[in-house]
């Protein structure tokens, strides 16, 4: 069993950035893919950006060029930096690991965008 906790999350204006980071309670953290997710109200969970134990990368088309996904194994810790947020990207965000059947999610961490 793995516990993730996001934290983060906030309020910001159109334009501006945050850091979202991931803390795990697994110590095998660094076999782990590590996922961003985001729902919006009314809307289904959607995949933001993933990251393999090999460093392997994958973004959404909405988020490429503005959004980076990181991990630091020594931490257990995965991170999304924020940039030029767009008020689309107001959504809870969930913290995602994955490790062939075995799968754990995040609470989530409110982000809000004012235009």
């Known amino acids: 069993q793995a516990q993730l906790v996001e934290s983060g999350g906030g309020l910001v204006q159109a334009g501006g950035s945050l850091r979202l980071s991931c803390v795990t309670s697994?110590?095998?953290?660094?076999?782990?893919?590590m996922g961003w997710y985001r729902q919006a109200p009314g809307k289904q969970r959607d995949l933001v950006a993933t990251?393999?134990?090999?460093?392997?990368?994958y973004y959404a088309d909405s988020v490429k060029g503005r959004f980076t996904i990181s991990r630091d194994n020594a931490k257990n810790t995965v991170y999304l930096q924020m940039s030029k947020l767009k008020p689309e990207d107001t959504a809870v965000y969930y913290c995602n690991a994955r490790y062939l059947v075995e799968e754990y999610w995040g609470q989530g961490t409110q982000v809000t965008v004012s235009s």
């Open positions: 990251m393999t134990d090999g460093g392997s990368m």
């Open positions: 697994t110590n095998m953290f660094n076999i782990y893919m």
